[in-house]
Nanobody, 129 residues
Framework: QVYLVDSGGGSVQAGGSLRLSCVAS?????????MAWFRQAPGKEREGVAA???????TYADFVEGRFTFSKDYSTNTLYLQMNNLKPEDSAVYYC??????????????????????WGQGTQVTVSS
């Protein structure tokens, strides 16, 4: 069992930055899992944003365009999603997720959220123009 607590959302103007955090705990740490960030805007499907596999290889959705960075603090087992140059279309609830299985490439096609077993509670990101 893996427990995920995500936080760090807020309201910013376009061009601003936010850093989301995801604290992982449980029977095993996040090194055994594919970790990912998803987001869901009102009326839209949940979509993959970034993933970090068991070898620390990271992939990003095309819409990230180099603006986001997925990192990990090994000392606290906390994962971060640094988001820069935010756009209004980035507004959504962001979720941290984990799966013990193969990590999808977020840059290739649509990623099925059901492939992920564990989820954080979500954190709201609002970007105003």
């Amino acid at each position: 069992q893996v427990y995920l607590v995500d936080s760090g959302g807020g309201s910013v103007q376009a061009g601003g930055s936010l850093r989301l955090s995801c604290v992982a705990s449980g029977k095993t740490d996040s090194s055994s899992y594919c970790m990912a960030w998803f987001r869901q805007a009102p009326g839209k499907e949940r979509e993959g944003v970034a993933a970090r596999d068991q070898d620390a290889t990271r992939t990003y959705a095309d819409f990230v365009e180099g603006r986001f960075t997925f990192s990990k603090d090994y000392s606290t087992n906390t994962l971060y999603l640094q988001m820069n140059n935010l756009k209004p279309e980035d507004s959504a609830v962001y979720y941290c997720a984990a799966t013990p299985f193969l990590c999808p490439d977020m840059g290739v096609g649509k990623v099925d959220p059901s492939a992920f077993t564990y989820w954080g509670q979500g954190t709201q990101v609002t970007v105003s123009s």
